[in-house]
């Protein structure tokens, strides 16, 4: 069976070896050392694409004959270009995609690279895991900021973090920059900015204690994510969203289901639904394989048609 790696960056780099969408092992972890966590920011790109490199070479341990590498990274990806990465920004530009192939190929590795959304990652992961590669599926990844994820792989911007939730000119909290935006209620840094005497866990802790404050904050949270999860909806059909990161326990589903029943009227596009998972860096790298490996095959058909 084919054997694929698939890389997720992050606060670390992790990296693994995938077999028929399973992961094969243990996932590598750079840097190992809990302290050197967030270490990558301060790495320029050269040395970045190199320890990248080095964690496949080591995954590979001499093996030439892999199918595809899939790499996540948190930003804006067109074309194998990191358009932006506001959480990596000496990445803002690099052609990671070919940096990376080329390195590969000095070490005889030939196989196939793709960049993609880390959230794009989630979502392929997250199909291959409940059986629904043949499914179109969401998913909303909360945590530092707000990813969105869609899957299968459809060109695009899809920086559905920064769907416009309301026109409050004092909601200028996202990462961006931006006014209005969902991450700017509901990022891990926006709610940090907005509650200067708490921290997230603090405010949804009081929430359920009944400050009328916090209270309403978690009004504000679940129903940002409706009003972004209900666009989707009326854009592009109901379907399946998941929701997943380290904030997703802040969900509560009947709150969330109570603002999307108010949202969404049309009877045709009611038949959505949405289920919270754990965050998981193995799906991520998972879906980062069969994301690759699917790239991998439109590119051979293209050369085969061509």
């Not at 530092?144 to 416009?164: K, Q, S």
């Not at 666009?231 to 998941?242: I, N």
């Amino acid at each position: 069976m084919a054997k694929s790696i698939g890389v997720t960056l992050s606060e670390q780099i992790l990296a693994g070896l995938v077999v028929d969408h399973k992961l094969v092992g243990e996932l590598q972890r750079f840097p190992a050392d809990e302290d050197d966590i967030g270490a990558l920011i301060e790495m320029p790109t050269d040395t970045l694409v190199q320890t990248i490199c080095d964690e496949i070479l080591r995954l590979a341990n001499g093996d030439k004959d892999i199918a595809a590498v899939g790499v996540a990274v948190p930003g804006l990806v067109k074309n194998g270009v990191i358009e932006e990465a506001p959480n990596l920004p000496q990445l803002k530009g690099a052609r990671i995609e070919d940096l990376l192939s080329a390195q590969l190929r000095q070490q005889g590795i030939g196989a196939p690279v793709t960049i993609l959304n880390d959230a794009d990652g989630v979502a392929a992961g997250l199909a291959a895991k409940h059986g629904k590669l043949d499914t179109m599926l969401r998913v909303w990844t909360l945590g530092v900021g707000i990813g969105f994820g869609l899957y299968p792989f459809a060109p695009g911007v899809w920086e559905g973090g920064h769907t416009i939730i309301t026109l409050d000119e004092k909601e200028r909290f996202c990462g961006c920059g931006g006014r209005g935006h969902l991450e700017g209620v509901m990022g891990h840094r926006a709610m940090r900015l907005r509650f200067l005497d708490m921290e997230p866990e603090e405010v949804f802790e009081a929430a359920k204690k009944g400050d009328q404050r916090c209270l309403d904050f978690k009004r504000l949270w679940h129903k940002a994510l409706a009003a972004a999860t209900a666009t989707s909806v009326h854009m592009a059909g109901p379907g399946k969203f998941f929701l997943t990161g380290f904030n997703v326990h802040f969900v509560d589903l009947p709150m969330l289901r109570d603002y999307m029943q108010q949202m969404v009227k049309m009877s045709p596009l009611q038949g959505y639904s949405i289920e919270v998972v754990e965050e998981s860096p193995e799906t991520r790298v998972i879906g980062s394989v069969v994301t690759a490996e699917q790239a991998a095959g439109r590119r051979a058909t293209a050369d085969l048609v061509g």
